[in-house]
């Protein structure tokens, strides 16, 4: 269960993901970009970029590790990191620890590889040094590093927390009268704008590869429907609850989640932050296995089926919802 930290916690946290996320991987980055450059001059002017399962496939210039290794090992910290560090200005949770970790050990694999592979072709090696072996030390050195960057960072988690609990939720029926609950789980205005103008540049992008005639240009068509059929799937969802249970329909017919009221074992009122306990929006899993239709912070009807399973949707006056929900469930009990 999530506890409620301190500002001097979060501070504490928020150095440590600082750290680990963004300062250690670009000085690996660095460091692999130092060796590359200075074995430049023993190099060959063509060197093998890209291994297959036949062998070497794929050739350029040494210079081109360089740029590579400066630009990923820079980039992707950065993307890691700064969105995490504008976001979760006075919360944290353990998906931003587990994503400095990933920025960390991600660091340590490219590093280990663009270094091992530019070291096995200069001119002057003798050693048995192969790409499998590279690889090896690679995926070594993602797994290792990234666990001490998870370890040594503290463990500090803030949710407000539970509000209420089904014992604490009393909705006054006559004799016979029954309760029904409509509403709306919709991402906000800034995820909207977000996604819009992501969506435009993908397909400005696929319309421009279209007008350049390369071949790729039907791949990229296919995913760029794919991802605005996904988007319409996930931005608006209808939530129903009576007698019968809670129901959440996207508002294209699919996904959508039916739980009886015999199947529930608990109701809750929780607020939810959805990147510090779900690593952001959407549909997600957190950390803890609870499942959820998580677009916005703030309350969120949770319910614990009797198998232990927990489901989380964000919704506006969550606490009628969860209100008239356990009425059904002691309709049920009845």
């Known amino acids: 269960m999530n506890t409620v930290a301190s500002t001097q916690d979060i501070r504490r946290a928020r150095r440590s993901f600082l750290?680990?996320?963004?300062?250690?991987?670009?000085?690996?980055?660095?460091?692999?970009?130092a060796f590359i450059v200075a074995w430049l001059p023993d190099l060959p002017e063509t060197i093998v970029t890209h291994w297959g399962p036949e062998g070497p496939n794929g050739?350029?210039?040494?210079?081109?590790?360089?740029?590579?290794?400066?630009?990923?090992?820079?980039?992707l910290p950065l993307l890691?990191?700064?969105?995490?560090?504008?976001?979760?200005?006075?919360?944290?949770?353990?998906?931003?620890?587990l994503l400095a970790a990933i920025s960390l050990g991600t660091a340590a694999l490219l590093s280990v590889m663009f270094v091992g592979s530019v070291a096995m072709q200069r001119e002057s090696n003798s050693s048995a040094l192969g790409i499998g072996t590279v690889l090896a030390l690679g995926f070594g050195a993602l797994v290792v590093i990234g666990l001490?960057?998870?370890?040594?960072?503290?463990?500090?988690?803030?949710?407000?927390?539970?509000?209420?609990?089904?014992?604490?939720?009393?909705?006054?029926?006559?004799?016979g009268e029954k309760a029904a609950w409509f509403g709306a789980a919709?991402?906000?205005?800034?995820?909207?704008?977000?996604?819009a103008v992501s969506v435009l540049v993908l397909c400005a992008t696929t319309v421009w590869v279209?007008?350049?005639?390369?071949?790729?240009?039907?791949?990229?068509?296919i995913v760029t429907l794919l991802l605005i059929a996904l988007i319409?799937?996930?931005?608006?969802?209808?939530?129903?609850v009576n007698a019968a249970g809670l129901r959440v329909?996207?508002?294209?017919?699919?996904?959508?989640?039916?739980?009886?009221?015999?199947?529930?074992?608990d109701v809750k009122v929780v607020q939810v932050n959805p990147m510090a306990e779900f690593g952001g929006w959407g549909l997600r899993i957190a950390v803890d296995g609870r499942m959820g239709v998580v677009l916005r912070t703030g309350e969120a009807l949770q319910v614990t089926r009797s198998s232990g399973r927990v489901f989380v949707v964000t919704i506006d006056d969550a606490r009628t919802a969860a209100s008239v929900l356990s009425s059904a469930m002691k309709g049920t009990d009845s």
């Open 19 to 33: 750290l680990v996320g963004l300062v250690v991987p670009v000085v690996l980055a660095a460091i692999a970009v």
């Open 59 to 75: 050739y350029a210039s040494p210079a081109l590790f360089v740029w590579v290794q400066a630009v990923l090992g820079l980039g």
């Open 80 to 97: 890691l990191t700064l969105p995490i560090l504008a976001l979760m200005k006075n919360s944290w949770g353990v998906t931003c620890r």
């Open 148 to 175: 001490i960057g998870w370890f040594v960072q503290p463990n500090v988690t803030t949710s407000a927390g539970q509000v209420s609990d089904e014992a604490s939720l009393h909705l006054r029926l006559a004799p």
């Open 186 to 195: 919709a991402m906000g205005r800034p995820g909207i704008i977000g996604l």
């Open 210 to 221: 279209f007008v350049l005639g390369d071949s790729s240009a039907w791949i990229l068509a």
């Open 232 to 240: 319409a799937m996930t931005l608006v969802f209808r939530v129903r």
């Open 249 to 265: 329909r996207s508002v294209v017919g699919w996904p959508r989640w039916d739980i009886a009221a015999s199947e529930i074992a």
